[in-house]
C-alpha cells in the first residue's frame, strides 16, 4: 500500500503512542516520568450514515435543506445547498486536518456500510471502506448497517481477505480497514466477549483521548437474524458506562463516544440550522441523561438528521452531543483543548460544516472513476421504463394513510414474483424504499421514463430475499396492529408508526385512536373478507419475516419459501414485464384511514 498523508498520520500516531508506553519504563531508574505541562489543542472530524454514497447523493439525499429540486435548493442559498460526494469531502477532511496536523482524529458514529449505492453494493462495500481508509479514518462505531451481510462479513470487511462466495472482485485484493471498528455494546452469546474492541486510546500532543463505539441496542429489530444469531446488543449507557470505567483505570480522563443512536430537532430542514437543537427529542437524550460523569462528548448518528446540542447527563452537567446529517453532506469540526496535567478537556467547541461541491481530492476522485467504470456494465442495463415519477420515499411520497405509489409497486412486484408459488398477497416495508424512480432521463441517455438496473437497486439496495409463507387471517391482523410502536411488543426507535405497503386487492382500514389490538378492520382480498380462521400465502422480504422494524408477528408464518434471488430482481422483473407501455404510480387506494 502506497505511503499516503493519512498512512504517515496514522503512523505518526502510533509512534506517539509506541513513545508513550514504553520511554516511561526506560527512564524509571533514573527519575519519575513528568508530565508535560500547559495545554494541547486537539481536532475530531466526524462524520456519521455515510452509506458509500462515493457519489454526490442524488435529489433530497443531496441536499442540506429543503427544495422541491436541484436547481430550486441553488436558488434558495443560504437555506439549500447541493452537498456531499467523497472527493468533495475528502478534500474538506484534508483542509480541516491541516489547521492541526499530527492532533487530529477522524471517527465515524457508523453506518458507513450497508444501504448503499451499487457502486458500493456491487463490491461488498469493499469499495467505501478503500474510501475511508483514503479519509484516513481512525475509528468507527459499529451502526446496525454494518451487521447487514452478518457478523462474519463485518469482520471480513475490519479484517480483509476475499468475499468467500464471490471472491476478489474489484480487480484487487482486500487489505480491510486501515481504521478500527468499536463495538462496546455487540458479544458473543457464547462468552460474553465483545466482537471487536469496546473503545480505544489515542495519545495526542501529550494528552490522552478515549474512544468508545458502538450500535444502538435495537438493532436486532433492523437487521436480519440470520447474521446477527452468535451476538448479543446490550443496553448502551451501561456499556458506555464499563468501558468509561475501564479507561479511567488506564489514567485516560477525556473520553469521547461514537453512539449509532440518535434524535431529532423541531427546527425547519434549513442549512440554516445545522448547528441548532430546538425541541430536541429522540433515544439518544435518554442515554446521555444515563453516562458517566466522565464522558465528554457524544457523536451520533442513525437519525440522519442534523443537530449540535448540549444535553445533561447524569450528573446533570451538559455535554456536547452532534450528528452529521447522513452521506457526507455534513462533517463535524470538535476542537479540544486539554490540560495535560490531568488530561481533562477545558473548552470543547463543536461546529457542523457543509461538504460543499467545490474542491475536490484528486485521489479520491480518481477511487470513484475506478469504481464507476467498474459498476457501469451492471448499472446501465435498461431494464423497462415507468409513465411518471414514483415516490416512495422523502416529502409528499405518501398519503395521509401512509401509503405510496412506489410501496404500491413493490408489493406488486413481490407478489406477481411469486404468484406461480400461489402468493395471494405481499407486504413491503416502506423502511425498505431507499430513493424514488424519477422520469426524467436516466443517466444512460436513452430517453425519459427509461429505468435502469442501477436506478432500481438504488431503491431496494439491501439484497433482500422475497420469501412466501402461510398465515391466516388472524396472524395478518395481528400483523397490522403491530404498525404502530405502542402496540407492538420490542417498540421502535422514536416511537416510529411503519405502515406496511400491500399489493392490489388486498385492502383494508385503521382507526388510530382505538385501543392497540383494535384498530384494523374491513380486510378484504379481491373484494372477499380475510376470514380469521383460513390460512393464506403472503409474500414479503426475509427481513420482515424475520420480525425485522419490530413486526414479530410476521415470525408466526409457517411453510416458508424462498424465492430463487433478491427483491431488487422481482422489481426489475416487474417493471420489464410491463415495458411497454411502462409501469405507472400505483394508485394509493388500498389503505383506509378512518378519523
Known amino acids: 500500500?502506497?505511503?499516503?498523508?493519512?498512512?504517515?498520520?496514522?503512523?505518526?500516531?502510533?509512534?506517539?503512542?509506541?513513545?508513550?508506553?514504553?520511554?516511561?519504563?526506560?527512564?524509571?531508574?533514573?527519575?519519575?516520568?513528568?508530565?508535560?505541562?500547559?495545554?494541547?489543542?486537539?481536532?475530531?472530524?466526524?462524520?456519521?450514515?455515510?452509506?458509500?454514497?462515493?457519489?454526490?447523493?442524488?435529489?433530497?439525499?443531496?441536499?442540506?435543506?429543503?427544495?422541491?429540486?436541484?436547481?430550486?435548493?441553488?436558488?434558495?442559498?443560504?437555506?439549500?445547498?447541493?452537498?456531499?460526494?467523497?472527493?468533495?469531502?475528502?478534500?474538506?477532511?484534508?483542509?480541516?486536518?491541516?489547521?492541526?496536523?499530527?492532533?487530529?482524529?477522524?471517527?465515524?458514529?457508523?453506518?458507513?456500510?450497508?444501504?448503499?449505492?451499487?457502486?458500493?453494493?456491487?463490491?461488498?462495500?469493499?469499495?467505501?471502506?478503500?474510501?475511508?481508509?483514503?479519509?484516513?479514518?481512525?475509528f468507527s462505531a459499529v451502526g446496525n448497517h454494518e451487521f447487514d451481510e452478518g457478523v462474519d462479513e463485518l469482520l471480513r470487511i475490519q479484517n480483509g481477505g476475499c468475499h468467500p462466495v464471490d471472491g476478489c472482485d474489484t480487480g484487487h485484493d482486500y487489505a480491510g480497514a486501515d481504521f478500527q471498528f468499536l463495538a462496546a455494546n455487540v458479544v458473543y452469546r457464547s462468552n460474553g466477549n465483545p466482537i471487536l474492541p469496546a473503545y480505544k486510546m489515542r495519545s495526542l500532543g501529550g494528552a490522552k483521548i478515549g474512544i468508545i463505539g458502538l450500535t444502538l441496542e435495537g438493532t436486532p429489530l433492523i437487521v436480519s437474524a440470520n447474521g446477527i444469531q452468535t451476538v448479543n446488543f446490550l443496553d448502551e449507557a451501561d456499556s458506555i458506562n464499563a468501558a468509561t470505567e475501564a479507561l479511567k483505570a488506564k489514567g485516560v480522563h477525556t473520553i469521547v463516544v461514537l453512539l449509532h443512536e440518535g434524535g431529532f430537532q423541531s427546527n425547519p430542514i434549513t442549512a440554516l440550522n445545522i448547528n441548532t437543537c430546538n425541541g430536541f427529542s429522540g433515544a439518544v437524550a435518554d442515554i446521555v441523561s444515563n453516562l458517566d460523569d466522565e464522558v465528554d462528548m457524544v457523536i451520533s448518528g442513525h437519525t440522519h438528521a442534523f443537530y449540535n446540542c448540549m444535553l445533561p447527563n447524569s450528573e446533570d452537567r451538559n455535554i456536547p452531543v452532534s450528528s452529521a446529517s447522513s452521506f457526507g453532506r455534513l462533517v463535524t469540526d470538535v476542537d479540544m483543548t486539554i490540560n495535560r496535567a490531568n488530561d481533562q478537556p477545558t473548552t470543547i467547541s463543536v461546529n457542523n460544516k457543509i461538504v460543499f461541491r467545490d474542491d475536490q481530492d484528486a485521489d479520491a476522485a480518481a477511487l470513484v472513476a475506478y469504481y464507476d467504470n467498474r459498476v457501469a456494465p451492471i448499472a446501465n442495463v435498461v431494464i423497462g421504463s415507468i409513465t411518471a415519477d414514483i415516490l416512495g420515499t422523502g416529502a409528499g411520497s405518501s398519503n395521509a394513510a401512509g401509503e405510496s405509489g412506489l410501496g404500491d409497486v413493490i408489493a406488486d412486484a413481490q407478489l406477481a414474483y411469486t404468484q406461480s408459488a400461489g402468493a395471494q398477497l405481499a407486504f413491503m416495508n416502506p423502511g425498505g424504499i431507499r430513493a424514488n424512480l424519477t422520469y426524467a432521463s436516466s443517466p444512460v441517455g436513452e430517453g425519459d421514463g427509461v429505468v435502469t438496473y442501477g436506478e432500481a437497486f438504488a431503491v431496494q439496495p439491501f439484497n433482500n430475499l422475497v420469501v412466501t409463507q402461510d398465515m391466516t387471517g388472524a396472524?395478518?391482523?395481528?400483523?397490522?396492529?403491530?404498525?404502530?410502536?405502542?402496540?407492538?411488543?420490542?417498540?421502535?426507535?422514536?416511537?416510529?408508526?411503519?405502515?406496511?405497503?400491500?399489493?392490489?386487492?388486498?385492502?383494508?382500514?385503521?382507526?388510530?385512536?382505538?385501543?392497540?389490538?383494535n384498530r384494523i378492520s374491513n380486510l378484504m382480498l379481491n373484494g372477499i373478507p380475510i376470514n380469521p380462521g383460513t390460512t393464506y400465502k403472503v409474500t414479503l422480504n426475509n427481513f420482515i419475516a424475520d420480525g425485522g422494524d419490530s413486526f414479530p408477528a410476521f415470525t408466526a408464518g409457517t411453510n416458508r419459501v424462498y424465492a430463487p434471488d433478491f427483491d431488487v430482481d422481482a422489481l426489475a422483473d416487474y417493471i420489464d414485464a410491463n415495458s411497454p407501455p411502462g409501469v405507472a404510480p400505483g394508485p394509493q387506494n388500498r389503505i383506509t384511514k378512518i378519523l
Open 1 to 138: 500500500m502506497p505511503i499516503t498523508r493519512a498512512s504517515t498520520r496514522r503512523i505518526a500516531a502510533t509512534a506517539l503512542v509506541a513513545l508513550a508506553l514504553v520511554l516511561p519504563a526506560a527512564v524509571s531508574a533514573a527519575k519519575p516520568p513528568t508530565v508535560p505541562p500547559g495545554t494541547v489543542d486537539v481536532q475530531l472530524l466526524a462524520i456519521n450514515d455515510f452509506h458509500g454514497n462515493l457519489q454526490p447523493p442524488s435529489g433530497s439525499s443531496g441536499r442540506i435543506g429543503s427544495a422541491a429540486s436541484d436547481a430550486a435548493c441553488i436558488a434558495s442559498a443560504p437555506t439549500c445547498y447541493l452537498a456531499g460526494g467523497l472527493a468533495y469531502l475528502a478534500d474538506d477532511i484534508k483542509d480541516l486536518e491541516a489547521t492541526n496536523p499530527d492532533r487530529t482524529l477522524v471517527v465515524s458514529a457508523g453506518d458507513n456500510i450497508g444501504g448503499t449505492p451499487l457502486i458500493s453494493a456491487a463490491f461488498h462495500d469493499e469499495p467505501t471502506i478503500e474510501a475511508l481508509n483514503m479519509l484516513g479514518l481512525d
Open 475 to 517: 396472524q395478518i391482523k395481528a400483523v397490522l396492529e403491530q404498525q404502530w410502536a405502542l402496540c407492538t411488543p420490542p417498540g421502535r426507535s422514536n416511537n416510529a408508526t411503519v405502515i406496511l405497503q400491500v399489493s392490489a386487492g388486498f385492502t383494508y382500514s385503521y382507526t388510530e385512536a382505538l385501543p392497540c389490538g
